[in-house]
């Protein structure tokens, strides 16, 4: 039972490449959530899917998009990286709506 | 709006004084509040949460806090503060209609020997 899993747990990208931060869990949890981490700034929610088959725009989702591929994975994709976007990215998974939501270790994000 | 704020950047206290850690949080209709703990470089864990009933809330580590209905806060305490707390707190509300989690931006509680 591993919980919530992110990989790749480092990646360093070029400005204007593209890449997919996959998230997993085995949990059986509806609502999935992927948050960046910016000194200062607290947790910012980027998207989330309250469901299989939905998802909704968060706090801060301009530059990416996203995938709930099935209950459970969440992928969260970046099109055309920009610096602005080094951060590091944290999925949740959460259960009913009393329950608190789980997290993943973290990817940490450079790019350059 | 959905939105919880957490006024304070840091928060220093002495080991075995009390701590508080404030937040307040606005939301339509019931709130579900959770607070989470951050070590450096790991990921967030829970602590506690409030959903319904009693007003004060127990949670991991001795941690408790007070839920206030008519100031919409939730403020994180512990009677007797530990070296070993120190560490960065996040709260969160979940909206009950839409199931959105958001995160105040955190505060970094200092406990000094």
């Known amino acids: 039972n591993a919980g919530v899993t992110q990989t790749p747990k480092f990646q360093v990208l070029k400005t204007g490449q593209s890449m997919t931060l996959q998230c997993a869990q085995d949990m059986n949890h509806n609502s999935m959530y992927w948050y960046r981490q910016d000194p200062g700034m607290g947790l910012r929610l980027i998207y989330y899917?309250?469901?299989?088959?939905?998802?909704d725009k968060g706090e801060v989702p301009n530059g990416y998009n996203v995938s709930r591929l099935n209950k459970r994975e969440f992928s969260l994709r970046l099109e055309s990286a920009a610096p602005s976007q080094t951060s590091v990215y944290f999925c949740?998974?959460?259960?009913?709506?009393?329950?608190?939501?789980?997290f993943g270790q973290g990817t940490r994000l450079t790019v350059v | 709006a959905q939105s919880v704020a957490q006024p304070e950047d840091q928060v220093n206290v002495a080991e075995g004084n009390p701590l508080t850690v404030k937040c307040t949080y606005s939301v339509s209709g019931n709130p579900y509040l959770f607070w989470y703990v951050q070590y450096p470089n790991r990921g967030l864990q829970f602590l506690l949460k409030?959903?319904?009933?009693?007003?004060l809330v127990k949670g991991s580590y001795g941690f408790e806090a007070e839920f206030n209905k008519s100031q919409t806060s939730f403020h994180l305490k512990k009677p007797s503060a530990l070296v070993s707390d120190s560490a960065l707190y996040f709260c969160a509300v979940r909206d009950p209609y839409t199931d959105k989690l958001i995160f105040g931006t955190g505060t970094r509680l200092q406990v000094f020997p």
């Open positions: 949740a998974g959460g259960g009913r709506i009393n329950t608190e939501a789980f």
């Open positions: 899917s309250a469901s299989e088959g939905t998802t």
């Open positions: 409030y959903i319904t009933g009693d007003n």
